[in-house]
């Protein structure tokens, strides 16, 4: 079992906050269970949590969406 670090809920948080913000018709739960995705979503998680939420917002409101989905293969680690 996974257990929340505070980190990791402060990350959540902050991310629901700037979803709210650009889509106020959303609950602060739904927000919550979105910040949630997209912390688990490896593109995401490793973005500021409001950069996060403008990112997937950019998007998804785009006429013709690009390509958003895992990687079908873990990325190498760099060597160096």
Request: hydrophobic share 40%.
């Amino acid at each position: 079992m996974n257990e929340e670090t505070p980190l990791s809920r402060a990350w959540k948080e902050r991310c629901a906050r700037r979803i709210i913000e650009l889509d106020s018709q959303l609950s602060d739960i739904d927000a919550l269970g979105i910040a949630a995705e997209f912390e688990a979503f490896e593109r995401t998680r490793v973005m500021a949590p409001e950069d996060a939420a403008d990112f997937v917002m950019g998007v998804m409101t785009r006429t013709d969406p690009g390509r958003f989905e895992r990687r079908a293969r873990a990325r190498a680690p760099a060597s160096g």
